[in-house]
T-cell receptor
Framework: AQSVTQPDIHITVSEGASLELRCNYS??????LFWYVQSPGQGLQLLLK????DTLVQGIKGFEAEFKRSQSSFNLRKPSVHWSDAAEYFC??????????WGAGTKLIIKP | DAGVIQSPRHEVTEMGQEVTLRCKPI?????LFWYRQTMMRGLELLIY????????DSGMPEDRFSAKMPNASFSTLKIQPSEPRDSAVYFC?????????????FGQGTRLTVV
């Protein structure tokens, strides 16, 4: 069955440190993948997406993600986090033209 | 464009009352989604409209839930009667072509509390 796994429920990172959020998917076909961010009390905002082509995808706010087919992963990275990056991050894979399979989310906590 | 607009932002109601949540999608978008977010179940797709027509409502939990999209610029999600377990954040999202090769834009959500 198709699924998306975000193994880390919470991650704490010091401000200025690098960040990597993990996402693994299980899907038979070539996946369309997203990372969304949800700030407290807000809706979800698209950070980046992978549909095809270059496996290293650049997004907004300095984020990037790398699609690795051999590892079924789409990990999100940022070289230096800012306090404003504290939020919940969701990975998702397109299941049909209107269905996404969402990960459970990873809450990012920034230490000053 | 102002983005996807949802109202109200917060709703507190008593069990048994009718609740109506509203959504104005982005102009030109022909796909509209209603999601529910809870701690226990995460994000759940409740219903998907394409060109104002409900395509898939299999995520609607019970007959107490109903959704309409009378025109391209307005949709409602109604719960009647409401129950405490309906307490959640409800999101509306719209996109041009479903999830195809475009992103969906989310509203800020309606936080519903049923007491």
């Amino acid at each position: 069955a198709q699924s998306v796994t975000q193994p880390d429920i919470h991650i704490t990172v010091s401000e200025g440190a690098s960040l990597e959020l993990r996402c693994n998917y299980s899907y038979g076909a070539t996946p369309y993948l997203f990372w969304y961010v949800q700030s407290p009390g807000q809706g979800l905002q698209l950070l980046l997406k992978y549909f095809s082509g270059d496996t290293l995808v650049q997004g907004i706010k300095g984020f990037e993600a790398e699609f690795k087919r051999s590892q079924s992963s789409f990990n999100l990275r940022k070289p230096s986090v800012h306090w404003s990056d504290a939020a919940e991050y969701f990975c998702a894979v397109v299941y049909s033209n209107y269905q996404l399979i969402w990960g459970a989310g990873t809450k990012l906590i920034i230490k000053p | 464009d102002a983005g996807v607009i949802q109202s109200p932002r917060h709703e507190v109601t008593e069990m048994g009352q009718e609740v109506t949540l509203r959504c104005k999608p982005i102009s030109g978008h022909n796909s509209l989604f209603w999601y529910r977010q809870t701690m226990m179940r995460g994000l759940e797709l409740l219903i998907y409209f394409n060109n104002n027509v409900p395509i898939d409502d299999s995520g609607m939990p019970e007959d107490r839930f109903s959704a309409k999209m009378p025109n391209a610029s307005f949709s409602t999600l109604k719960i009647q009667p409401s129950e405490p377990r309906d307490s959640a954040v409800y999101f509306c999202a719209s996109s041009r072509l479903g999830w195809g090769d475009t992103e969906a834009f989310f509203g800020q959500g309606t936080r519903l509390t049923v007491v």
